[in-house]
């Protein structure tokens, strides 16, 4: 599985930098390339940009009508909007507009006109390439991380529930307009700020793609701020980004990954069985998330108010590999009685190559096949991960990636052959970082080290748990 971020960006060669004290903000020309095909953008940069500050980015997804190659028309509605000098003055905020190619669209676009919608496995290409200019922008303008919030309309709004469910850690808020999705996938949203408008009247894009999405957050307890607009055709956008509209609480949102984190636990937690029992099984990373504050830790706190019949048995010893692992995992997990466990290994078996004491890849795959098989025996369901990093500089700039991936892939493989459900944080851990890390740092983005985990490490994992213990609860016959 090839990480959606994984490709070089270019910078287009008519990118300029704005200049301080206009009285309207004027558009930046970019452009990025990927896979041989070129996705233009506009940018909107705030009236002054001062040394030293970071600023809020709105990524637009504009509708069907402003595709094309021009790099211009998508400027209308929101852009257009956010370029008169009283709101740009007002919210002092980058605004990217990246232009869908004619052919392709930012979602499937079945999301907007059937009844019964299942989101792709992978994104369009056109919403890879709107990726892209979101990760140039970041690397190369003061964008504040923690204030990067999302929204579009019709098309784009369907491409915005698109994003948001791919990538439900990187916004602050988002604000699908006229749009709709896979109402299945909801769950991902936990903890997420959600502004959701739509007119009753639509001929266009049937309100009830929006109603879908409201009914499946509200079964989960999620919240969402819905705004249906009676009388309202397909243009609700003239209200969500008008006066009483959205645009105060996009722009006030900041990125949550506490709240997030809580949120995806009490979804865990709802899906559990009676005296479940979980056991998380690897070496010194999640010896540590047993410690205050590591990602053990924060799924037990949020378990033990929510269902205080479940109890969390750690399993981390430092040093740890699968040969390791297949000769505790009967003392440490089945005499436990544990009923779900999730496995976080690999980091050692590649790790301690270096030294000559790694674990050869066929041992590896066979280790990881047999543990999993002989947990299935005893009634354990079981969550495999793939390793996550060794250093956090871009995905092939570390000096032990070429091996890392490979056995990720090898985790993935036998998750597949064994029925385990996989937690790909290899996959997970470069995509934030490529956001994220923009300049290129080798650790203090997830780990304090490049290997062990800081404080938002420990609640990006325990996120990347929950969601997954969750699937694997749910895929239980």
């Known amino acids: 599985m090839i990480p959606i971020l994984a490709c070089c960006l270019m910078l287009a060669p008519n990118h300029q930098e704005p200049q301080p004290q206009q009285s309207s903000p004027t558009f930046l020309k970019g ?13 909107l940069p705030p009236l002054e940009v001062l040394e030293d500050r970071s600023y809020p980015l709105v990524l637009f997804l504009h509708g069907i009508g402003e595709c094309g190659t021009d790099n211009e028309i998508q400027k209308a509605h929101f852009p257009a909007r956010m370029a008169q000098p009283e ?125 879908a999405m409201i009914k499946a957050l509200g079964g989960l307890e999620l919240g969402v701020q819905y705004t249906e607009v009676p009388g309202v055709g397909h243009n609700s956008w003239d209200n969500a980004y008008g006066p ?10 900041r990125r949550d990954p506490a709240g997030i984190q809580v949120a ?11 005296d479940e029992r979980i056991a998380f099984l690897g070496d010194s990373i999640t010896q540590a998330g047993n410690s205050s504050g590591g990602f053990v830790d924060l799924l037990r706190t949020v378990l033990r108010d929510a269902r205080p019949d479940v109890q969390v048995i750690p399993a981390g010893i430092s040093g740890h590999k699968v040969p390791d692992l297949l000769k505790r995992f009967e003392a440490d997990v089945i005499h436990k009685q544990a009923t779900l466990v ?6 050692n078996d590649v790790w301690h190559s270096k030294s ?50 490979e056995y990720a892939a090898i985790s993935r493989q036998v998750a597949i052959e064994t029925g385990a ?17 923009p300049k ?36 239980r016959k």
Not at 105 to 131: K, V
């Open 31 to 43: 452009q990025v390339q990927l896979e041989g095909k070129t996705y233009p953008y506009l940018l």
């Open 87 to 211: 709101l740009a003055r007002r919210f002092g905020a980058y605004v990217l507009a990246p232009q869908c190619p004619p052919e392709d669209s930012w979602a499937n676009p079945d999301s907007l006109h059937t009844d019964s919608f299942t989101q792709d496995p992978e994104p369009t290409e056109a919403l890879r390439g709107a990726i892209r200019c979101l990760a140039e922008v970041i690397r190369e303008h003061p964008i504040d991380l923690n204030r990067m919030a999302l929204t579009g309309l019709s098309m784009g709004g369907a491409g915005t529930w698109d994003l948001a469910l791919r990538f439900p850690d990187v916004f602050s808020a988002v604000a699908p307009v006229c749009g709709g999705s896979d109402p299945s996938q909801a769950h991902r949203l936990a903890g997420l700020p959600l502004m959701v408008w739509h007119g009753d009247a639509d001929s266009e894009v049937s309100v009830e793609r929006s109603r």
């Open 244 to 253: 009483g509209g959205c645009l105060d609480d996009l722009f006030a949102a």
């Open 264 to 274: 995806t636990a009490k979804l865990l937690a709802q899906s559990l069985r009676p």
């Open 342 to 347: 999730y496995i976080y290994i690999g980091i």
């Open 356 to 405: 000559g004491k790694g674990t050869p890849p066929d041992v590896f795959k066979n280790g990881l096949r047999d543990l999993i098989t002989r947990l299935n025996s005893a009634g354990v369901t079981v969550v495999l991960t793939t390793p996550s990093v060794i250093g956090e500089k871009a995905q092939g700039s570390n000096g032990l990636d070429a091996m890392l991936e």
């Open 421 to 437: 459900t996989l937690c790909d944080l290899s996959q997970a851990f470069h995509q934030h970082l490529l956001l994220f890390n």
């Open 440 to 475: 290129g740092l080798e650790h203090s983005i997830l780990t304090r080290d490049g290997v062990h985990l800081n404080s938002d490490g420990d609640h990006f994992v325990a996120i990347q748990a929950a969601r997954s213990l969750r699937r694997a609860v749910l895929s």
